[in-house]
């Protein structure tokens, strides 16, 4: 298996996992199929995919994924098992969000930021 292209156009190919229980229950790796504006993005709805593990992608890519309901995951480095082992624990983290909402998403950080904004607002709220 490779690693994640950092240029997502010219990946070479696509790893389709399917995950069920947390389990890989399918992996197929499909040839690029040209990288026509939009064809990559209707390949892989084709395939059944809601997530899309990237490298680098631009943002007119990532419109005509969120257009077929595909989350995309961008800035993801490494080895596409150890990226999938990374999807299955829960521990995989990027630039922006997660595919299964709430699974392995940065905790620590983000509650302790989320918990003092929301005391500001509740004494913000007390001083009206």
Known sequence: M?????HFGRAPE????SIENNKVVEKKVLPNPGHEVGSI?????????TCMIVGG????AIDFFNQYGIEVIRGIVGKVDGVIAKVL????????????????????????????????DHKHHHQH
């Open 2 to 6: 490779g690693s994640v292209s950092q």
């Open 14 to 17: 696509f790893t389709i996992v």
């Open 41 to 49: 993005p209707k390949f892989i709805n084709d395939q059944g995919a």
């Open 57 to 60: 992608i631009g943002h007119r």
């Open 89 to 120: 624990d829960g521990t995989l983290e990027s630039g922006e969000n997660i595919c299964s909402p709430g699974g392995g998403k940065g905790y620590g950080a983000e509650k302790i930021h989320t918990g003092a904004d929301d005391n500001n």
